[in-house]
């Protein structure tokens, strides 16, 4: 607020006065000083979702429900399987619990903040991804938070409530390490999938009708991801284990956590290189991005 | 940095192109060839003035408009706009600029007029002071008052278009590009847009980019115009030589009160059609020649009217007969 007041106060004054540079932006508007204004457009943006979809009550409550609805549905298959079976890719059902909690909350998660980003085609279509080429701010950045889908919330509940039992009933040691390992993994993860949609985005400027297909990989990626990756073949390891690191959202973390044996190719140190394939996924997706952007406007690429 | 800081402050022009070109690929069928949208466009504006950028359908107006904002990068040639590099720079031009899109909404169709403004104005970090101070000042002058609390999805075009500019217009942009601002609008509506943007140019100096197929547009708000066509500029130069060179007329338009003979006789204008047996009478004049008055009094002193209405020259026309000429 406070900072609020001073901005106020400066503009009152001519931009060029304050001593050093003669450069006069235009009138009223010049590029943010302060991290507080480099946030605000994102920030009004964001509130602005935030309460159109709470405005109606019956419908955000619906909205809410049929999400947790998904979310218990995917938990009751997994619980269908263990009906069958006492243990899987060596996993009880109380580790596997873990697993899916792990992924399932930073999955929906990513959905919540990232997931939006798959109506970029239809702004293709419509030509409105132009407006965004007038807004002083990045183009992927403007397109994250023109959006955010509250109701998604309840299915990261489910993903957080199966994390909380498995955590409890898997028999997970407390210690400094599960306390430095299991955030790490959660937030980890959470950049994984969110750049999984990036990825997914860039590939739409080529693609334009080929949500169906990025969609394989991303929902596939967060279904792989509540797996345990023991039970895959070598070239799913390779796809799902390394090429879309989707192992290490939840699988290797929940190995290395609870010192179960490691699968071929995929060592339990694995678990502690969350943020590396974190960091991967991000560098494909901003890639993929950018060629995407290029691509758009025609400047080769 | 330093060169393109210095030419942004106002010494250099607003826009500046040279041999600015636009190839895209196509697919014709199966066959792939370039289309040339854009085609060695050289122009220079100056700050303050009012632009009408005019072609037909497909001449390259969009893309032009595109590749000044920094939305499509140039296949060849040069620009600056606003002493900015429009690519590389486009985040620096954002903030000097202001486009209006007349049939693509930059607005949130879900949101009330006012929290679109609100959101805006963060987006281009106006302090609350400005932000105030402009707010009130668009909402005044393009009248929009009775529909702030309206989300956009229900307004009238009309009530759209004044809120689209209005919200391109927020930041007090140096140069404003409007793209067919007044299609689909009533007379009435039309007339306000108008008298708001030329208020805009004489209040704060602001220079105007418009395309449109519209002539009135062009008349009433626009000092120069550029006539494209095929990608390549036609015409540089103001309206009288426009008409002057395209050599259109008006057409006065009379009901009569009695049937006539066709009024082919009259100084300075020159039949065109009768309909209903001589009731309705076109009659086309050359606006350098003679006034809209003058025919009406010629016509008057063989008959009484009843009834008129001037019809402007066609665009399109124009275009056509400007094209064929610069051949």
């Known amino acids: 607020m406070a900072s609020r007041a001073a901005s106020a106060a400066a503009a009152d004054n001519d931009p060029a006065d304050n001593g050093t540079v003669a450069i006069a932006w235009p009138r009223e508007t010049r590029p943010p000083e302060t991290l507080g204004e480099r946030l605000r457009p994102y920030r009004a943006v964001l509130a602005s979702r935030a309460r159109s979809q709470r405005a109606y009550r019956t419908s955000f409550a619906l909205d809410l429900g049929s999400s947790a609805l998904v979310g218990l549905v995917e938990l009751a298959e997994v619980w269908v399987l263990f009906s069958n079976v006492t243990a899987l890719g060596g996993m009880r059902f109380n580790q596997i619990l873990l697993v ?57 509940a489910v993903g957080a409530a199966a994390l909380g039992i498995g955590l409890v009933t898997a028999g997970v040691t407390w210690d400094a390490r599960t306390a430095v390992l299991l955030p790490l993994a959660l937030v980890s993860g959470y950049a994984t999938f969110a750049a999984l949609y990036v990825w997914a985005a860039g590939l739409q400027f080529f693609l334009l009708d080929g949500a169906e297909m990025t969609n394989a990989f991303v929902y596939g990626g967060r279904y792989a991801a509540t797996q345990p990756a023991s039970v895959w073949s070598r070239p799913l390891k390779l796809v799902f284990g390394f090429f879309f690191p989707m192992a290490f959202t939840a699988y290797l973390p929940t190995v290395t956590l609870l010192g179960l044996p490691a699968p071929d190719w995929l060592p339990a140190w694995l678990g502690w290189c969350t943020p590396a394939a974190a960091a991967w996924s991000w560098l494909m997706g901003l890639l993929c991005w950018r060629w995407g952007l290029r691509h758009y406007q025609g400047g080769g690429g | 940095m ?17 041999g600015l070109t636009r190839e895209f690929r196509v697919r014709d069928g199966k066959r792939r060839r370039l289309l040339t949208a854009v085609d060695g466009l050289t122009v220079r504006i100056e700050p303050g003035e009012a632009v009408g950028y005019i072609g037909a359908n497909g001449a390259g107006k969009s893309t032009t408009i595109k590749m000044l904002t920094g939305i499509l990068v140039p296949t ?29 909404s930059q607005l949130w169709w879900d949101l009330p007029v006012r929290e679109s403004f609100r959101i805006l104005a963060a987006i281009h970090s106006l302090t609350p002071a400005a932000e105030a101070r402009r707010t009130a000042e668009l909402i ?41 601002p007044t299609i689909g609008l009533d007379v009435l509506s039309k007339q306000r847009l108008r008298e708001f943007l030329i208020g805009e140019r004489r209040l704060h100096g602001t220079t105007l980019l ?7 547009d062009v008349e009433r708000l626009c000092d120069r115009i550029l006539v494209i ?80 209405t001037v019809e402007e020259p066609d665009i399109e026309d124009v275009v056509r007969r400007i094209y064929a000429a610069s051949r």
């Open chain 1, 100 to 156: 899916f909690g792990l992924a399932d909350l930073a999955f929906s998660l990513a959905d919540l903040s990232f997931g939006h980003l798959d109506t970029l085609p239809d702004f293709l279509r419509a030509g409105t991804l132009d407006a965004f080429y007038l807004r002083p701010q990045p183009i992927l950045l403007q397109l994250i938070t023109s959006d955010v889908s509250l109701r998604r919330l309840a299915r990261a």
């Open chain 2, 2 to 18: 330093t060169s393109a800081m210095n030419s942004a402050v106002g010494n250099g022009a607003i826009i500046e192109a040279d």
């Open chain 2, 76 to 104: 060849a040639g040069r620009v600056l706009t606003c002493g900015l590099r429009p690519v590389p720079d486009r985040r620096r031009l954002a903030r000097q600029v202001g486009v209006v899109f007349g049939q693509r």
């Open chain 2, 140 to 180: 005044e002058q393009l009248e929009l008052g009775d529909f702030l609390s309206v989300p956009v999805r229900q307004l009238s075009l009309g009530q759209r278009m004044r809120a689209e500019v209005a919200a391109a217009l927020l930041h007090s942009p140096r140069l404003v590009i409007l793209d067919e």
């Open chain 2, 210 to 216: 418009l395309t449109t197929h519209d002539m009135g």
């Open chain 2, 229 to 308: 066509d095929h990608g390549r500029l036609a015409y540089d130069g103001d309206l009288p030589g426009l008409s002057r060179t395209a050599g259109a007329e008006r057409v006065l338009v009379v009901d009569l009160a009695e049937p006539l003979p066709d009024l082919t006789g009259l100084d300075g204008a020159r039949h065109l059609s009768s309909e209903a047996g001589g009731l309705r009478q076109r009659l086309a004049f050359d606006a350098e020649q003679t006034t809209a008055a003058k025919v009406l009094a010629a016509v008057s002193a063989e008959a009484h009217v009843l009834d008129l």
